[in-house]
């Protein structure tokens, strides 16, 4: 078993919060108000800023909300079992609301401001989705881009998407971590780059989070289980215990992994780790 000591970065967070770091090491902190949500931006440079969201929805209930490269605010979310979007300016007017197909699993905004949804195999195998695409790309303002990564891991006879785990992206490239088995693909808007198929089946599953260091690939069950996949995908996955500086393991309550880093809510604040150069060292 892998220890990953982590520092602690912040002090007590309510339980139940919603928890989301950016690869700008932006971080978000969501709570439900009376009416609404709140959440506050923690920047790098130790400023603090409040978004206010009128929307009668639960924590459990965002799955992103992010800020863009042109400083707008991205947030998604669903509602009476449908996924939306909306898009605000930087002073929070809303610049644009759309809707997500059934099914989706997992989101990832990437530095281009394209809006990338993975879909689950409710999605993929849905009437409404005839093609069967297990990974769609949308503009801020709602439009669907033309994408062929389903049609291009067929012709490298990779196997094929029927389930989005999750996405990352790193150095220019996303990576999709997704069942069959357990296959990490990574491509750019129009080519697929490589493909990883993941030999140990023990650790095979429903996972949630992706992240790629120099030591392999990080993935996350459960929002607060973390294993390593080593770069060498032939050899056996690692489960990862995240401690504290004095080496105890950390009750975990939620995990966020990002380019860099690796961030923990446990019941005595928010810890982090960096991942990014060298070696996560145990």
């Excluded at 440079?45 to 209930?61: K, P, W, Y």
Aim: proline share 2%; with cysteine.
């Amino acid at each position: 078993m892998k220890k990953l000591i982590m520092n602690k970065i912040k002090k007590e967070v309510n339980e139940g919060c919603f928890f989301h770091v950016d690869n700008h090491e932006r971080m978000y902190i969501g709570k439900k108000d009376k009416t609404g949500i709140v959440i506050s931006i923690f920047d790098l440079s130790g400023d603090i800023r409040r978004f206010e969201i009128n929307e009668q929805i639960l924590c459990e209930d965002i799955i992103l909300f992010q800020q863009s490269s042109d400083d707008r605010y991205v947030f998604v979310y669903s509602k009476l079992h449908e996924y939306k979007v909306k898009v605000f300016s930087a002073d929070g007017k809303e610049q644009s609301v759309f809707s997500l197909p059934s099914g989706v699993s997992c989101c990832l905004l990437d530095e281009k401001q394209n809006l990338w949804a993975g879909l689950s195999d409710e999605g993929i195998y849905d009437d409404e989705n005839p093609s069967e695409q297990s990974l769609l790309c949308f503009t801020l303002d709602g439009q669907l881009k033309e994408t062929h990564i389903d049609q291009q891991l067929s012709e490298i006879y990779a196997p094929v998407v029927d389930d989005c785990y999750a996405l990352a992206e790193k150095d220019g490239l996303i990576y999709m971590l997704y069942y069959s088995y357990t296959v990490i693909a990574a491509f750019d808007e129009t080519d697929v780059r490589r493909v990883w198929i993941v030999s140990d089946k023990e650790y095979s599953g429903v996972y949630d989070q992706l992240a790629i260091s120099d030591d392999g690939f990080w993935i996350c069950k459960d929002e607060h289980s973390l294993s390593l996949i080593p770069a060498d995908v032939s050899l056996p996955i690692q489960e990862v215990k995240c401690c504290g500086p004095d080496g105890r393991e950390l009750s975990v309550q939620q995990l966020k992994l990002t380019s860099n880093a690796i961030y923990a809510i446990s019941d005595s604040g928010i810890y982090k780790r960096d991942i990014r150069g060298g070696k996560a060292n145990e």
